[in-house]
């Protein structure tokens, strides 16, 4: 006997009973780009990537060859996800969540050590662009995940709104982002802080709880200090 039961098959023979659960790639589409933009569909996650779909007409496109270790993607009904080619340093240890009609896009050549990201609210998006460091500890999410609510008019009050993360931004150790942030070009948030507020100054770097602007005019690389040291003595010796 086979029985479908949400994702789940489950077969019944002889009295023998068995279980399988159904990532539901043919509903939904799920491609691999390659870096001249040619998209192969695909009907299984690529490695180090778990990719559970919990609704119809998602589409996703991921960049091709190695780039996650031991994430996860969540998707719900007529979501969009548009991840192209990190840093070699590739994106790891995620929790993905980009529930219905809403749209999660990240741009080339960012890295990311960990983190939990989360789209919420029909029609919220997050976007973070290109070459942008992330370490491990990460929180962005455009939405508290339970509703506020004034309790005369009955209306919430803590509606989901979108995040729009710059170029070239280096979120720290434990940096949170939270609903209707938008970070301009080549920031850095400090380690542990919260940002509640958009900041539209560049070359900052941002810190605290919440977050506020503690240096201004700066620049950063990924280069560790003595390897960048070294290179700028060079640059002066040649």
């Known amino acids: 006997m086979f029985l479908f039961k949400g994702n789940t098959l489950r077969i019944s023979f002889c009295g023998i009973k068995i279980s399988f659960r159904i990532n539901n790639f043919l509903k ?12 192969k569909r695909i009907y ?8 559970v779909l919990l609704g119809e007409n ?12 031991k994430s996860k993607l969540v998707c719900y009904s007529d979501s969009v996800v548009n991840i192209e080619k990190p840093h070699v340093d590739g994106l790891n240890n995620l929790f993905l969540e980009v529930c219905k009609k809403c749209n ?9 050590m960990g983190g939990f990201i989360s789209v919420g609210g029909e029609g919220r998006r997050i976007e973070i662009g290109s070459d942008c460091m992330f370490s491990d500890g990460i929180l962005i999410r455009t939405h508290d995940g339970h509703v506020i609510y004034d309790k005369t008019t009955k209306e919430p009050i803590n509606n989901p709104k979108d995040v729009v993360i710059g170029n070239h931004c280096w979120l720290a150790k434990e940096a949170k982002i939270f609903k209707g942030v938008k970070l301009a070009n080549n920031i850095v948030v400090a380690a542990n802080t919260l ?19 503690v240096k201004t005019n700066i620049d950063w690389d990924r280069k560790f200090n003595d390897v960048y040291l ?3 003595q060079r640059r002066c010796d040649a």
């Open 58 to 69: 998602a589409k996703i496109y991921l960049p091709k060859g190695k780039c996650f270790k």
């Open 230 to 232: 070294n290179e700028i």
């Open 28 to 39: 939904n589409e799920v491609y691999l780009v390659n870096l001249e933009g040619k998209r």
């Open 104 to 112: 999660l896009y990240i741009q080339s050549e960012t890295s990311m």
């Open 195 to 213: 940002v509640t507020k958009s900041v539209e100054e560049e070359n900052v770097i941002v810190a605290g709880s919440p977050a506020k602007i």
């Open 44 to 51: 299984s996650a690529p490695k180090g990537l778990k990719i």
